[in-house]
């Protein structure tokens, strides 16, 4: 199934280092990071686990849960964690569950859905699984990404991207291009300038239709 930004994330109960989780009740109040891999021990998703890790503690402020997906078991992703935390020198305290049936890799359509990996594969026969979706309290999604085997994925744009979804949820506003928190943010066209002043204070009118404000606190 294709999943769409406002779906809501389809739940699953799967196995994982943190023991067996139901991506629902995992999530409970917070925001998610779904992020997927092509399989353990391979040289990118080293680095990029290891980002991750270096991660948790802004994520931690912006109440979001992050959780790992990779084609392999339990077993060996805690062998995997040891080499993640050796090279990013910072624990890999976040769930990272097993994927070995593909179930969580077709249900997100990170792979065709005839796709079946044989005994022995190698990360090539899974280069499609490099995957992210940032989820809503609400369990819908917000945004999804998907990237090409041989690019690592820029870490500090999916914390700036979850920073722009936060502040403009169920806001009349929205960030322009290459916003960073602390910038101004785009007031809504659903507001007139008198309402758009009322909500947000004085405005910036670039165009008729672009008008900037100061970040809400």
């Not at 092509?38 to 503690?57: N, R, Y």
């Not at 079946?116 to 090539?124: N, S």
């Not at 979804?165 to 960030?175: K, L, P, R, V």
């Amino acid at each position: 199934m294709s999943i769409r930004i406002n779906d809501v994330a389809p739940d699953f109960t799967v196995d994982s280092t943190a023991g067996e989780l139901n991506l629902h009740d995992w999530i409970g109040d917070s925001y998610a990071i779904l992020f997927s891999h092509p399989k353990d021990f391979t040289p990118v998703c080293t680095t990029e686990f290891g980002a991750v890790s270096q991660l948790v503690p802004e994520f931690n402020k912006r109440n979001t849960k992050v959780m790992g997906v990779s084609v392999d078991t339990v077993e060996e992703h805690v062998k995997w964690k040891r080499d993640i935390e050796s090279f990013s020198g910072a624990p890999a305290d976040f769930p990272i569950i097993d994927d070995t049936t593909l179930f969580v890799s077709k249900l997100y359509d990170m792979l065709p859905a005839d796709a079946y990996m044989p005994d022995g594969r190698t990360p090539a026969d899974s280069a499609t699984v490099r995957t992210v979706f940032i989820i809503g309290p609400d369990k819908k999604v917000r945004l999804t990404m998907s990237y090409p085997m041989a690019v690592g994925r820029n870490f500090a744009e999916i914390l700036r991207a979850l920073d722009a979804i936060q502040i403009t949820d169920g806001a009349s506003i929205a960030t322009p291009a290459n916003w960073v928190p602390g910038q101004d943010v785009i007031v809504g066209l659903g507001l007139s300038d008198e309402q758009g002043k009322e909500q947000f204070g004085d405005l910036d009118i670039k165009l008729p239709y672009l008008r900037f404000a100061k970040a809400p606190k």
